[in-house]
Structure formats: structure tokens, C-alpha cells
């Protein structure tokens, strides 16, 4: 069983900074994680979940154009954590934000390829 606990979530003013992190565990991962993509997803209320940025097994990365620029992903993969530092926050990136693992190597924005799939956590920008 796998379990992904997402964290850092919290509130700030716009064009404030935030870094979540989503550590990952059970199923042998410790074997396994580095060999498999992860993504960052946030739904925000009344709207559809958005892909904002996906990593693939071999380091390269991919970004919705609505964070381009702004959010970085990346990923610690001897601490089963992967991270999304997001910059020049606005309200429009309100949402609450989960993390995805894959059961595959390659990075991809659309949800339904994940597998495996956080809590969330709440980021909330005011203007």
C-alpha cells in the first residue's frame, strides 16, 4: 500500500512563496520510487483538477503554462519526497494541492494516469 502525505500548504499574501512536500511510503518504495514519475495537482473550488507540474524517472520535468515559470518541481529520492516551490503567488493559484505517484516512468499532467494519490493540502494567496 502506498501512501503519499502532502505538507507546507498554509496562507499567504500575493507574490509570497510556499514550498510543499510530499513524502511517500510503503510498498518497498525505498526500491522502487525512483523508478516511477510523480505529479502536483490542485482543484480549486467550483473547477476541474488541474496537472501544474509532473517529474519523470529520469529528472525531466513538465508545467501547465498557468505556473510556468513561477513553480518548481523536484524530488529527493534517498528521502522519498517530492517538492513544489512555488514563487510570485496570486488568488488564482488558490486550491487545494495534491501529489500523485505514477505506476510508470514517464511524466505526464493528466491525472487519470496516476495511481496513487495524497490528502492535499490547502494553499490559500490573498491579494
Same mark, same amino acid.
Given at each position: 500500500?502506498?501512501?503519499?502525505?502532502? *505538507?507546507? /500548504? /498554509?496562507? &499567504?499574501?500575493? @507574490?509570497?512563496?510556499?514550498?510543499?512536500?510530499? &513524502?511517500?511510503? !510503503? *510498498?518497498?518504495?525505498?526500491? =522502487?520510487?525512483?523508478?516511477?514519475?510523480? @505529479?502536483?495537482? #490542485?482543484?480549486?473550488? +467550483? $473547477?476541474?483538477?488541474? /496537472?501544474?507540474?509532473?517529474? @519523470? #524517472?529520469? +529528472?525531466? =520535468?513538465?508545467?501547465?503554462?498557468?505556473? $510556468?515559470?513561477?513553480?518548481?518541481? *523536484?524530488?529527493?529520492?534517498?528521502?522519498?519526497?517530492?517538492?513544489?516551490?512555488?514563487? $510570485?503567488?496570486?488568488?488564482?493559484?488558490?486550491?487545494?494541492?495534491?501529489?500523485?505517484?505514477? +505506476?510508470?516512468?514517464?511524466?505526464?499532467?493528466? /491525472?487519470?494516469?496516476?495511481?496513487?494519490? +495524497?490528502? !492535499?493540502?490547502? &494553499?490559500?494567496?490573498?491579494?
Amino acid at each position: 500500500q502506498v501512501q503519499l502525505v502532502e *505538507s507546507g /500548504g /498554509g496562507s &499567504v499574501q500575493s @507574490g509570497g512563496s510556499l514550498r510543499l512536500s510530499c &513524502v511517500a511510503s !510503503g *510498498s518497498a518504495l525505498e526500491y =522502487t520510487y525512483s523508478s516511477y514519475s510523480m @505529479g502536483w495537482f #490542485r482543484q480549486a473550488p +467550483g $473547477k476541474a483538477r488541474e /496537472g501544474i507540474a509532473s517529474i @519523470g #524517472r529520469d +529528472g525531466s =520535468t513538465v508545467y501547465a503554462e498557468s505556473v $510556468k515559470g513561477r513553480f518548481t518541481i *523536484s524530488r529527493d529520492v534517498a528521502k522519498l519526497t517530492l517538492y513544489l516551490q512555488m514563487n $510570485k503567488l496570486n488568488a488564482e493559484d488558490t486550491a487545494m494541492y495534491y501529489c500523485a505517484l505514477r +505506476g510508470g516512468p514517464l511524466k505526464a499532467l493528466d /491525472g487519470q494516469v496516476y495511481k496513487h494519490w +495524497g490528502q !492535499g493540502t490547502q &494553499v490559500t494567496v490573498s491579494s
